[in-house]
């Protein structure tokens, strides 16, 4: 009994020692507002690009919030970040190969599901996609915990570490992230614990949709254009020797919707990420324009009328009265390149959580949008008895 107590006391005195090294950067926001004194928090800086997008990060009561006034931004290519140079960690540690960096951080979104990102750096870095995460929020309701763990993250003795929350391409409205606590620590690899939030990798690799077991091909597709909100464009398509061809296309004031039948899914869950597969019929863009130019994006289709028909539906009858950024989604899910070949297929991740929600019935579609200046055509489902028809590639487990 004597050598079991020995055993336990020495058990939580190991508990204890790796308490108290935990979280060598903590910061619980836990000052209150102060309407006239200092409004960020202290160590704390924050900036904008890519947009017209304003932004604050202000000292709340007892939390922290990132408020964003994205109201004046024209194209929603917009990012907003906040960074704090990492004090106390011990780099000697940080530098060993067995070592890696992880941040967890508690958070509330003014707009659901949208997604955030963390990410670390130091000065020497160069690729600022690497060591970054993004994470679905789903709701507006409750606080979420989310956290990332670097994989061979390379560090010197010396190294200025940084930590970042971002959000991008959230709308062209008001939004904040509320922040609970910030934390960031050294933990070895054999300790790692499983990472907290639904983490999506930035900018995920294609797979190969035959790795896929379910393949579906869409319900109903059409295209709803913005300047002629009373029209339907079912029949929308091209003459030529071949005959005639129907197509989805994406332009400055046309959006393609798609829809699929996945009732037979409901009550079963996605594993991992899918596939959107469009087959592409032609692409129109200048060689010219920079990054953020001519690719689409693709949405979820949030509101408006769940059962529209192709046959039938307008731009006005999708809405249903709604304002667009109302029925969907502001955020995209993913901008990309079209494949440019007429037949080839372009294909678009969509993360699991989307998928997830797809399947649920609280994502009603998928939208495609322009991104810039482009005008791009895919193959309708009418064509070659549906050959070249949207198709979902995913697993349930």
Request: charged share 20%.
């Amino acid at each position: 009994m004597y050598i079991i107590k020995i055993l336990l006391l020495t058990l939580i005195a190991g508990s204890l020692t790796y308490c108290l090294s935990y979280a060598q950067f903590m910061d619980h926001f836990d000052g209150p507002y102060i309407p006239s004194g200092p409004k960020t928090p202290a160590g704390w800086s924050f900036a904008t690009g890519d947009g017209q997008a304003e932004m604050n990060f202000l000292q709340m009561d007892e939390y922290a919030s990132v408020r964003v006034d994205a109201t004046k931004d024209k194209r929603n290519i917009w990012w907003a970040l906040i960074r704090h140079e990492v004090p106390g960690l011990n780099m000697e540690e940080l530098i060993k190969p067995e070592n890696e960096l992880r941040v967890e951080a508690r958070i509330r979104v003014s707009h659901a599901p949208r997604r955030i990102n963390l990410h670390f750096n130091h000065q020497r870095t160069t690729d600022f996609h690497s060591h970054l995460m993004e994470y679905d929020i789903p709701d507006t309701v409750n606080w979420h915990t989310i956290s990332m763990t670097t994989s061979d993250f390379e560090t010197q003795l010396g190294d200025r570490i940084n930590v970042q929350m971002a959000l991008m391409d959230w709308g062209s409205g008001k939004y904040h992230v509320d922040i609970d606590y910030f934390k960031v620590d050294v933990v070895h690899k054999d300790a790692i614990m499983k990472d907290l939030g639904a983490k999506l990798p930035y900018h995920p690799p294609l797979a190969d949709p035959g790795s896929f077991r379910n393949h579906i091909s869409v319900f109903n597709d059409g295209v709803i254009d913005t300047e002629y909100p009373y029209m339907n464009f079912n029949d929308w398509g091209i003459k030529d020797t071949d005959g005639e061809t129907n197509l989805l296309s994406v332009s400055g004031t046309q959006i393609v919707i798609l829809r699929w039948d996945l009732r037979k899914y409901n009550g079963k869950q996605i594993s991992g990420s899918g596939l959107l597969e469009l087959t592409t019929h032609s692409l129109q863009r200048s060689p010219q324009y920079q990054k953020d130019f001519g690719m689409v994006r693709v949405t979820e289709i949030l509101g408006g009328d769940p059962d529209w028909d192709q046959e039938k539906v307008t731009f006005d009858s999708f809405c249903k009265g709604n304002p667009l950024e109302q029925v969907l989604n502001s955020q995209m899910i993913i901008d990309y390149e079209v494949n440019s070949d007429r037949g080839a297929k372009t294909l678009f991740t969509i993360s699991q959580p989307v998928l997830q929600r797809l399947i649920d019935g609280r994502t009603l579609g998928l939208a495609i949008r322009p991104l810039g200046v482009v005008v791009a055509s895919f193959y309708a489902m009418e064509n070659s008895d549906g050959k070249y028809s949207p198709t979902l590639h995913f697993n349930v487990e």
